[in-house]
């Protein structure tokens, strides 16, 4: 008779465990020299034999597995569990069942007796000694490994975990399998080495701008100018501009802003506060007269005298006789210069001189007291800007009466001390008042410019004098 068990084995995620047991009993009762499987007959001992499988079956055990040999078989047992060595006589890992106490027959050999199980069956052939163990098999199938009886008779679950019959390593948590467990990392580590070691997020791209690992996790944040979504790994730009931190506008940026001032001021060192720009340092040439700075912006001004241009920048003369704005009397004669005003009294002729019109003097011819004296005097007026480039022709003199075989000769009599000014004869009747060098005001200068006919014919010399008045301007406008 013989009974074989094979097939015992458990699966789980964290490790496989296996076990094969293959254990082979026979009873021989004859002299025949065939020995049951796991046995090979000895002829000196004239016996059966235990064979190691473990030492002669090429890689009878797969994996991290560990052969183990028995009599008539051998056993593949995870390396871990294996803490000690099973002999030919060590105790199974597994409970040990009874032999039935009832008698029963063997119906294998073809006996019909019946008889009760021997406690140490003897293996066939000859000679002394204990033959080879077979192990104890029982009616009821035992619980695969991972496994126990419970109280109802069934097989229930082994919660290694609990029981802390587990081979986890401290940096790794164990969970529970049914027939087993397995050993994993908790969320932010991975095993490495059969070691939990941290994930450095940080380096995979979790954070899509800052990002600072910690054990077991990591944190994300963002750059100065954005606000980390609700995802907490993504960020969105902030819009400074709500807050009006500036103190004229405001351009929104990516992660930034930039303040903008209005038209005449600049951005000042702290980028948000605008200062009022000085335009009218940067030029003297802005305004024709004085530049006026403003918060933001400049006006023109004009002396007294005069108004400011439409273009907002020049100077033009305010005409006082015209607008009614002097002071002169009825009587006197408003005449009007660049940049003010005079008013001209009426005409009064000094002796021997009588008057002739409103602005002209004769001497008459039949008064000795006017012989050396020049005929007639004519009283002129005229305006000059200060400062008046030169040359300049500013008054033109002409006789008005030609006489046959008279010539005329033009000079200035008196009133050219500075020689200022020069006469340019341009035909044979007439000449040009030339200004020669520039003349700074507020000034008046009155010339007496002299026209001398000469007549050879008859014999006569007679001069006339234009007393020409000039007022000078304070300002080159």
Known sequence: MFVELRGLSLLSSKRMLSVVLCIVCSINYGKSQTCSDGFTFDRRSRQCMDIDECRTLPDPCRGDMRCVNQNGGYLCMPRGLYSQSYGRNSPLPYPEAS?????????????????????????????PGPGPSYPIVSRTTPCLLGYTFGADGTCVDVDECEAESH?????????????GYTCSCTEGYWLVGGQCQDIDECRYGYCQQLCANVPGS???SCSPGFLLNTDARTCQDVDECVTDPCSHGCLNTYGSFMCTCDEGFELAADGT???????CSFSDFLCQHTCVNAPGSFSCACPSGYYV?????????????????????TEQVCFNFQGGYTCLNPLRCDPPYIELSDNQCMCSAENPACRDRPFTVLYRHMDLSS?????????????TTRYPGAFYIFQIKSGNEGREFYMRQTSNMSATLVLARPIKGPKTVVLDLEMVTVNNVINFRGSSIIRLTIFVSEHPF
């Open 167 to 179: 081979q986890c390593n401290p940096t790794q948590v164990c969970i529970n399998t049914a027939g």
């Open 218 to 220: 990591y944190s994300c």
């Open 309 to 329: 241009y439409e273009d907002g920048r020049s100077c033009e003369d305010l005409n006082e006789c015209e607008s009614g704005n002097n002071t002169c009397t």
């Open 99 to 127: 032999y039935p106490e009832e008698p029963y027959p063997d119906r294998s050999l073809g006996y019909s007796e019946t008889y009760s199980a021997p406690v140490a069956p003897v293996a066939p052939g000859p000679g």
């Open 273 to 279: 506060t605008c200062n009022d720009l000085d335009e």
């Open 387 to 399: 400062g008046r480039s030169v040359p300049a022709d500013i008054f033109q003199m002409q006789a």
